[in-house]
């Protein structure tokens, strides 16, 4: 045993310092026994740690065995995802993982990015090694291979069908990822060198697994930081520089995603070109990231073909560009060819600038027949440069359509005049504007026996046995298109299915819905009734219906009459009959309906259109905002903003009710139809026409004006104004 120290003999040599002398031999000291316990603690919990090893080691080993790694191609022999690997009971999986745990040197597959990320979060002190750890794998395309793969049963893979992604991983780094600056510059540093190399040296082979990493990068969400902006287009352009078959599995992948999922990718996108546009405005920093917003709009025209719930059109519409953009020279480069426009992509318009694209190639196609008619006549004096259209109001339709039949396509090009004959009107669009309410009123009423009034839906539909010719069908297709060629608003109530019909759509159960309701709900209880068919319908293939009285039937196949329906062939029955109702029965007549469309209106701009884009183009907003029109408009001759009867004026509209207000905006702007862009887009003038009288308010429908006298009441105001609007009629000049 050893001796005991000599301090107190040192301490007694500096009496100065008895107590602090005895302090600093006291660690010197020790029991043995103490020395004895301390290193067994030592051992004691290096044993422990080393057995917490083994255990994760064993853990891991086992689910490796069992359950694999997840990844795609693992060559390890020894892991459930690797095809060389034996199956084993769960007996000799054990055994074999004893085995691999006691050897140092066994093979474990490299664990999921996130899961060694969560573990370096959990420390203070990871932050090195968390950057290290993401430029390793996000600067190396074949390590994101390795990466991010869902587990279904225990296996991942990637198809046709699907990418194999675990958007759950993707969303657990960026939370990791955004708590660390440090690591949010790693990863925006790592991911601008890979996409980078990508972009500029893609791989020369594209097997499932590799396109399936570029998905992985698109679901990214750190892109919406803007730090990775310019990481994002070197991806953008990566992605959209594939061959088109690529780019087609991409989207395919897409249109399966739920629309969280498809909506952040959109709303990336979105967010990258709006920044780019007001910062830069390059079309090289910007056309790469349309071109893949157009990826995504294909994904999910997928998901509207299938009728699965997809994301509304307009979210792809881009507030920045439709705002900003100098519409008609991207229009003229669009037409040209000469280099990268906006109109490629006509999704990210909305439907007031795609007017704006149909109204600039109106003008070139005027322009041209308007130089062709001059050129003409040179030669015959006698050639137009307009549609001139002279009628008798009290024979319009009669006098219209002998007038259309005289006159070719290329007349329809021509800007439209329209004169009443008898009436002073010069047409500067007021004409126009009464011209097509007339019309349209009197061709369009199913009195004339060409349509047919629907009550439930307040729609108009194609009457099958119509006495009418064809050529007033025809009329009808012409004025649908003079009406877009020429900017008119025109009141019309046809259902979805007639302009989906005119954009090249076919047809579906869910159209006969909304335009025959009873027969369209009739049909679907048919598909989801639970019993015999047979015994409860007793029907067979055969279309009944009412016309003038008098009950018709109409085979829907050949020999239908003698075909049951049952529970075997009713979706066919439905099929058929969606297709007799929607597109035989009326055959004839909406032929002509759309030859005469057509004719009007024809070549690439239309076809920029959704149909419910070139339904809000035919009709108008019907969003009557009253509060914009009183923003924009002007006042003349004495009147101004705060002038009493103007005050009083704007407090009697706003209490109108929605009749009323339509009656107005027709007795002001000869249409109660609101262009594509509000009543805010209206140039509206109001002008004083002398003092406080008992005469009647007057307007210039051509030019938008109301003449207003300085009425000295509210209340005589607004008697004056309802006898004015209730009893408007006619186009007068004062």
């Known amino acids: 045993m050893s001796q005991e120290p000599s301090a107190p003999m040192d301490v007694s040599s500096d009496s100065t310092k008895p107590t602090e002398a005895k302090a600093e031999t006291k660690p010197e000291v020790g029991k043995p026994e103490d020395k004895e316990r301390g290193d067994k603690r030592k051992e004691q ?13 064993f853990n891991r080993f086992l689910k490796q065995l069992t359950e694999g790694c997840g990844r795609r191609g693992c060559t390890n022999i020894d892991c459930a995802s690797c095809p060389s690997c034996p199956k084993r009971a769960k007996r000799d999986a054990i055994v074999r993982v004893l085995q691999l745990v006691q050897k140092k040197d066994s093979e474990l597959c490299p664990e999921d990015v996130t899961i060694q990320l969560r573990r370096l979060a959990i420390s203070k002190d990871d932050d090195q090694a968390m950057v290290k750890r993401l430029k390793t794998v996000f600067a190396d395309f074949e390590q994101i291979k390795t990466n991010f793969w869902e587990q279904v049963d225990g296996k991942s893979d990637v198809n046709e069908m699907s990418p194999g992604i675990a958007v759950s991983l993707l969303d657990e780094l960026h939370e990791i990822v955004s708590s660390s600056p440090s690591a949010s510059k790693a990863l925006a540093s790592a991911l601008l060198s890979l996409t980078t190399q990508l972009a500029s040296s893609p791989p020369k082979e594209l097997p499932l697994i590799t396109l399936r990493s570029y998905a992985v990068l698109l679901e990214i969400r750190s892109f919406l930081d803007p730090a990775f902006n310019d990481a994002f287009k070197q991806l953008a352009k990566a992605v959209t520089s594939l061959p088109n078959a690529a780019q087609e599995q991409i989207w395919k992948w897409m249109s399966r995603y739920d629309l969280e999922r498809l909506e952040f990718m959109v709303s990336a996108v979105q967010q990258y070109i709006t920044v780019r546009w007001y910062t ?78 149909l109204q600039f190639d109106a003008a070139v196609q005027m322009s041209h027949q308007l130089e062709e008619a001059f050129l003409q006549s040179l030669h015959t004096r006698e050639a137009s440069p307009y549609l001139i259209l002279k009628v008798n109001r009290q024979n319009i339709l009669a006098d219209t359509l002998q007038l259309i039949q005289t006159k070719n396509s290329s007349d329809f090009k021509k800007p439209l005049k329209v004169k009443f004959e008898g009436e002073e009107g010069i047409d500067e669009g007021g004409v126009q504007k009464e011209f097509f309410q007339i019309l349209i009123s009197e061709l369009f009423d199913p009195k004339f026996g060409m349509l047919v009034y629907d009550d439930e839906t307040k729609t108009l539909w194609f009457n099958q046995d119509s006495l009418e010719s064809s050529m007033e ?36 159960l869910k159209d006969l819905v909304t335009t025959k309701p009873e027969l369209g709900r009739g049909l679907l209880q048919l598909l989801n009734f639970d019993g015999d068919v047979a015994s409860v319908y007793m029907r067979h293939f055969v279309y009944t219906y009412e016309a003038y009285g008098e009950e018709k039937s109409v085979e829907l196949k050949p020999g239908g009459a003698d075909i049951e329906l049952n529970n075997q062939n009713r979706e066919e029955y439905v099929q058929l009959v969606v297709d007799y109702v929607l597109n035989k029965s009326i055959a004839k007549q909406y032929k002509a ?7 009007v209106c024809e070549g690439e701009p239309l076809k920029m259109f959704r149909y419910e884009e070139l339904q809000l183009l035919v009709c108008g907003s019907p969003n009557l905002d009253f509060k914009q029109l009183e923003e924009v408009t002007r006042y003349e001759d004495g009147f101004t903003a705060e002038s009493p009867v103007i005050k009083n004026f704007w407090q009697i509209v706003h209490d109108m009710s929605l009749e009323d207000k339509k009656k107005l905006l027709s007795f002001c702007t000869g249409s109660d139809r609101v262009p594509i862009k509000g009543l805010g887009h209206v140039s509206f003038t109001i002008s004083k026409n002398g003092p406080d009288s008992d005469r009647l308010p007057t307007s210039h429908t051509c030019f938008n004006h109301l003449l207003l006298p300085d009425y000295a009441t509210k209340e005589k105001l607004y008697k004056c104004l309802q006898v004015a609007i209730q009893n408007a009629k006619g186009f007068g000049m004062i």
Not at 476 to 495: E, K, Q, R, S, T
């Open 45 to 57: 919990a290096a044993d422990s740690e080393e057995k917490a090893k083994t255990r994760e080691r």
């Open 593 to 599: 309906f759309s030859e005469g469309f057509h004719i």
């Open 473 to 508: 069908y025809e009329l009808m297709g012409i004025l649908l298109g003079l009406a877009i060629y020429n900017g008119i608003i025109l009141d019309l109530h046809f259902p979805d299915v007639v302009y989906k019909k005119l954009m090249g759509q076919k047809p579906t």
């Open 280 to 357: 830069s405005r390059l079309l090289d920093d910007i056309m790469h990231a349309v071109r893949l917003l157009r990826v995504l709009h294909e994904a999910n025209k997928l998901k509207e073909k299938a009728d699965v719930p997809a994301l509304p059109y307009d979210l792809f519409y881009n507030d920045a560009v439709n705002t900003e953009l100098d519409i008609k020279n991207d229009y003229k480069r669009w037409k040209n060819g000469s280099g990268f426009a906006f109109a490629s992509a006509p999704f990210i318009f909305d439907p007031a600038a795609k007017a704006q694209i």
